[in-house]
């Protein structure tokens, strides 16, 4: 705490005026709350809410015991969930680290044009979540696993670059600057100079990204876009509770794995 | 061959960092700089091979004016500066030898380096210089790997693999303990007797910059104060270049430790903005 | 002088040292990346016929059309930034007493088990399958959106608030104690002052990850502007889907930029 400490002889925590700003600001925050609760609730139908505890005691009881031998059908969905996840992973790595290098201050080659086009596209497909890419994806090329792949790549994209070219823009400019010293040129400056720095946040932020697209291929299936989320939708349609049941314990499975495999391989390498 | 004419540096925000610079330094003569924080001592050094541009002036080797090159020029010149950083500057993720053949990124093609496939006599050459040095059991291991003393040999290392012509040498002993500084300090002057070569050492130890150069420039809110040798920086000398007193700040372990630690947790921080 | 010094040199492997292990991990990853690939199909005819309907969103991305449908557009945005709003709001309430229970230096071991295990579901379960749930349970609506970012609100902070307290400072914490303090009064020396700031901080990016989920929540029916954006898309109105599209970004870069200076004031 950098605050000046003044000395007075009455002791106040906090001096009128900025309490009254604070509880000024609290009510504030109270009112709109309340509002926003107001506008929200306009169309809730309160019956099915009070209704709830039965409809979830009803529903918890279809759905017990889950319905193993779903299980075989469920093993070629799975395999198109990790491939949805891994190859999008990897494409949304190939996409985002070229758009890294043009975003980061110290490496654009145009700060006036190229970069801030970068930054759009960083921040435009890191603004809009997988599912909603798939949506749009599955209504231009069709349903299946390709509309996955693309939409799991496009997310990366933002969140990889965003994390890449902070990276870069943070690397040690001594260690740059004694390579330019040798008489290097721009493309050995990179190689030498700045990949090295950033490579281990490099594969920290790609098994981390991996780690989520598990998590979200998983229900991409819902809006057509291939892997197990399909097996959930029909099921939800018909009302299989069961199976339903396992198929949210399939993922939950993957999830847990998967979280466990990238916080291992992080270690790993860091 | 050194001569350095009328050199002046105003950098954007309008500090005058040198003005007015003038002086020559011949084959084989090794010259201590001094002077206070602030006084353009490490300005100084690398305009000469403009790391920083100089706003005026010139800088000759060997008759080439250097600030007057084009990119590939300049790039062309400064393979035959080596320069010997503070606090190392050592590529900290790349082995000992990388660091060392980076000293010959100048003469290598763009592929040839990124393949790590040196010519021979260039990977003959640092092996020598790893022995010279002391180094050659470390050939493999990461830089970020060795102690302080350790690093600076390899920073000495990759500025001799460039063959140079002309040393600048940047607070060399700014990070290390008091005899480590004296064993890196007499290392670079014996080298540079050995090859003949003259070097610039910016320096704010006095003690150090007397015993180990052959002359002394003292500069002083960016103009040279002092230049001759040694023996003749007397307290009034002293007082002249620094004022009354010199305070350098130098950071301490735990300090490190902490910023460490402070850095991770950035790390952790950023993951969590970019979801 | 004379000594010769080796000629070649080979960068040593940094990670992986056994050479069989490396051929066998490189092997692997080729094999697998054939069999993946090997697994998409693709309907090319589709494709083509679909290239026209991308050709039609390029274009409604930038002929955006905010006009056609305003009111659901409007209303859809109404509901996900107030769905974003109380669901914040309540999912911090909540999981400021579920952090605190879940922190091994100040809650009791079988407190510290039962919130450990409610932050461990939450953050197990996707958003989407949650709300798939609440819909089906509270019927559709803003309300099970509502419900749905509270409940994954709890498992988001729960988490890092718990972490944040483990990582204080123990000096500080002993201070306190040292006076003779209950625990309530511990928690609000020792406790409170330490992990406000980044609460605040970690709050802000909450409402900001709420707020993009609540676009997404609206495709299974709990409300908010995803649905207005669902029926755009499946009516093949992309100029409306465009529109919707750059508000949510619109939306999305304001309220980084704006928690970037609140975090700054706050501090």
């Given at each position: ?9 009455v002791w106040v925590h906090r001096t009128p005026v900025k309490r009254l700003m604070l509880w ?79 975003a980061a201050s110290n490496t654009t080659p145009s700060r006036l044009i190229l970069r801030p ?154 | ?75 062309r010149a400064r393979r035959r500066i080596g320069m010997i950083f503070q606090e190392y500057a ?186 | ?267």
């Amino acid at each position: 705490m950098s605050v000046a400490s003044v000395e007075t002889p009455v002791w106040v925590h906090r001096t009128p005026v900025k309490r009254l700003m604070l509880w000024a600001g609290w009510l504030g925050c109270v009112a709109l709350f309340v509002w926003c609760w107001e506008r929200m609730t306009q169309r809730t139908i309160w019956a099915f809410v009070w209704d709830a505890p039965n409809a979830a005691a009803d529903i918890g009881s279809r759905a017990f015991p889950p319905r193993w031998s779903y299980m075989e059908r469920l093993w070629a969905p799975l395999w198109d969930t990790i491939n949805i996840a891994t190859l999008g992973t990897l494409l949304g790595i190939m996409m985002a680290v070229p758009l890294a290098f043009l975003a980061a201050s110290n490496t654009t080659p145009s700060r006036l044009i190229l970069r801030p086009i970068a930054l759009f596209a960083i921040v435009a497909t890191r603004s809009i979540n997988s599912l909603i890419w798939a949506l749009l994806l599955v209504s231009i090329l069709g349903p299946g696993i390709l509309a996955g792949i693309l939409a799991i790549a496009l997310r990366s994209i933002g969140f990889i670059g965003k994390l890449l070219y902070e990276a870069i823009e943070e690397t040690d400019i001594r260690q740059v600057e004694a390579i330019s010293a040798t008489g290097a040129s721009q493309g050995q400056i990179l190689t030498y100079g700045i990949v090295p720095q950033v490579l281990p946040s490099f594969y920290g932020i790609s098994v981390f990204r991996w780690d989520i697209n598990i998590r979200e291929s998983a229900i991409l299936g819902l809006v057509g876009a291939g892997g197990i989320g399909a097996q959930l939708n029909s099921s939800l349609n018909m009302l299989a509770w069961p199976q339903v049941m396992l198929i949210i314990l399939v993922i939950l499975g993957t999830v847990i794995i998967s979280e466990w495999v990238s916080a291992k391989v992080r270690h790993a390498i860091i | 061959m050194l001569r350095i004419e009328g050199l002046k540096k105003t950098y954007k925000t309008g500090d005058k960092a040198l003005s007015d610079v003038s002086f020559e330094v011949p084959q084989g003569q090794v010259v201590g700089l001094i002077g206070p924080s602030g006084a353009g001592k490490s300005t100084l050094i690398r305009c000469i091979n403009r790391l920083v541009e100089p706003t005026s002036g010139n800088v000759l080797l060997n008759d080439l004016n250097l600030p007057a090159l084009r990119t590939a020029e300049l790039r062309r010149a400064r393979r035959r500066i080596g320069m010997i950083f503070q606090e190392y500057a050592l590529v900290e993720r790349l082995t000992v030898m990388e660091n060392v053949l980076s000293g010959r990124l100048g003469y290598v093609g763009f592929w040839r380096s990124f393949m790590r496939r040196y010519p021979d006599t260039d990977i003959a050459n640092a092996f020598r210089l790893l022995d010279r040095v002391g180094l050659m059991a470390h050939a493999d291991k990461r830089a970020d790997a060795l102690s302080g003393g350790q690093r600076q040999r390899v920073g000495i290392a990759r500025a001799l693999a460039q063959d140079p012509e002309l040393l600048l040498i940047d607070e060399p002993t700014a990070s290390l303990d008091p005899k480590t500084s004296r064993q890196i300090m007499r290392l670079i002057v014996e080298i540079c007797r050995e090859r003949g070569l003259p070097a610039i050492i910016n320096i704010h130890d006095v003690v150090l910059a007397q015993q180990f150069s052959d002359r002394i420039i003292g500069l002083q809110a960016g103009r040279v104060v002092f230049d001759g040798p040694p023996a003749g920086l007397t307290e009034d000398v002293l007082t002249r270049i620094y004022g009354e007193e010199d305070w350098t700040a130098m950071r301490n372990g735990a300090a490190e430790d902490a910023e460490a630690e402070a850095e991770d947790k950035a790390q952790a921080e950023k993951m969590l903005r970019a979801l | 002088m004379s000594t010769a010094y080796p000629t070649t040199w080979r960068k040593p492997p940094q990670m992986i040292h056994s050479r069989a292990l490396r051929i066998a991990l490189a092997l692997g990853a080729v094999v697998y990346l054939v069999l993946a690939i090997g697994t998409i199909e693709v309907n090319w005819a589709r494709v083509v016929a679909g290239m026209e309907r991308a050709q039609r969103f390029v274009a409604g991305f930038l002929q955006p059309d905010f006009t056609t449908r305003w009111r659901d557009i409007s209303n859809g945005l109404m509901e996900s930034l107030t769905m974003t709003f109380t669901s914040t709001v309540v999912g911090v309430a909540i999981s400021i007493p579920i952090g605190v229970g879940a922190a091994r230096n100040v809650a009791p071991r079988a407190v510290y088990l039962v919130c450990r295990a409610i932050i461990a579901t939450s953050r197990a379960l996707q958003e989407i399958i949650v709300a798939i749930f609440f819909v089906a349970l509270f019927g559709f609506g803003a309300f099970a959106g509502f419900l749905t970012l509270t409940f994954a609100t709890i498992g988001f902070i729960g988490k890092l608030l718990a972490e944040d307290i483990e990582d204080i400072d123990e000096a500080q914490a002993e201070a306190i104690r040292a006076t003779g303090a209950s625990w309530l009064q511990l928690i609000n020396y020792a406790i409170q002052p330490q992990v406000m700031p980044r609460l605040i901080g970690l709050s802000l990016y909450r409402l900001d990850i709420n707020f993009r989920e609540s676009a997404v929540i609206g495709i299974v029916g709990a409300g908010g502007i995803g649905a207005a954006l669902n029926t755009s898309l499946s009516r093949y109105e992309y100029s409306s889907a465009g529109a919707i599209l750059l508000i949510i970004i619109a939306i999305v870069m304001m309220a980084e930029y704006s928690s970037g200076y609140l975090r700054k004031w706050v501090k």
